[in-house]
């Protein structure tokens, strides 16, 4: 795929961006031919658009979840300002993407994480997170998901799909808690429809966040103080109605709800 079809790719996902639209499925001359060109593509979206990256969706860590999205590794996407925000939120349904809220610890990060030749440990990136955060990820697709849905260089393309982080407030002395064992349940309109832990879909927030850290470290991208990063789904995917409110309760650590109206 040459630079000049990466670009008109870069142009048509960013026209879809801006006006809140979406496709049935992609020309086949548009289709990245491998993850490397779609994340190439995703930086090109991110210049066409000139929106400042606010954070980072991680999706697809442990073979379950790659298995369901048809990855074979975990995969990244950008997030853009204004579309960090502090719990409660709502959203209008008919203004969304194909969306689907996803129970996620999000990471802040109090310190830059540089491109650099050494690979990050974890526990290094786990001294540049300034606060961890109950939330919701409303994930979006710019493609709707019928027979013509595109290969997952497309979506990765796409930001793999990222969306809106929704955060509560700050975890108390994080460091401390049982954050990996904590169950977490997603209920819709009083009644819990998903339960998961840290534990079984990505061991600990910092884990995935520190294969991202190496991950735009190769890739010449790097990390920001400020960014928020949303660290896999913890309870699966689930599609939203007009109607629903939706409570993400992460047990002690706290809860966040939003609405889709």
Known sequence: MDIAMQRKLAKLLAELRRSGRQQSGLDPRLVPTDPATAYRVAALVEEELGWPVAGWKIAAFKEQM?????????IYGRVFAPL?????????????ASPIPEVEYQAKLGADLPVRDKPYT?????????????????AECRFIHDTAFPPLPA???????SGTIVHGPAIEDWRRQD???QVVTLS????????????????????????LANELSRTGIGMKAGQMISTGTLTGMLAPKPGETFVADFGPLGSVSLNVI
Do not use: Y
Request: aromatic share 2%.
């Open 66 to 74: 790659q298995r369901e999205l048809r990855a074979e590794a975990p």
């Open 84 to 96: 960090v925000k502090p719990a409660p939120v709502t959203f209008e349904r008919a203004k969304l």
């Open 122 to 138: 974890v526990e290094e990136v786990g001294e540049a997170v300034v606060s961890l955060h109950p939330g919701i990820e409303m």
């Open 155 to 161: 979506i990765l393309a796409d930001g793999a799909g």
């Open 179 to 181: 954050i990996s064992g």
């Open 188 to 211: 819709c309109n009083g009644k819990v429809r998903r339960t998961g832990t840290a534990a079984a879909a990505i061991d600990h927030p910092v884990v995935p966040l520190a294969w």
